[in-house]
């Protein structure tokens, strides 16, 4: 997951400022869910800045600006 991160995703998470596990779980029994795969729970706080200099329309004061967050897991 950190690899992931650290070089497929890392252009897209520029403002990835804090990235630390907080949590990780002991590998669990088979699970029938799971196809019978064993499984792990990874919990992570981060802290995420994202710059948007952009208006969504020029002159005037700025009422709204757009967010658009697309989150993608491999």
């Known amino acids: 997951m950190l690899e992931a991160l ?4 890392a252009p897209a998470l520029s ?7 907080a ?3 002991s590998i669990g029994p088979p699970d029938a869910r799971l196809a019978n795969a064993r499984s792990r729970e990874l919990e992570f ?5 994202l710059v ?3 208006p969504e329309s020029s ?3 700025i009422r709204r600006v757009p967010v658009v967050i697309h989150l993608e897991l491999a």
């Open 6 to 9: 650290e070089t497929r995703w």
């Open 15 to 21: 403002g990835l400022h804090e990235f630390h596990l």
């Open 23 to 25: 949590t990780l779980s």
């Open 45 to 49: 706080h981060f802290r995420f800045e």
């Open 52 to 54: 948007i200099d952009r």
């Open 59 to 61: 002159g005037g004061i």
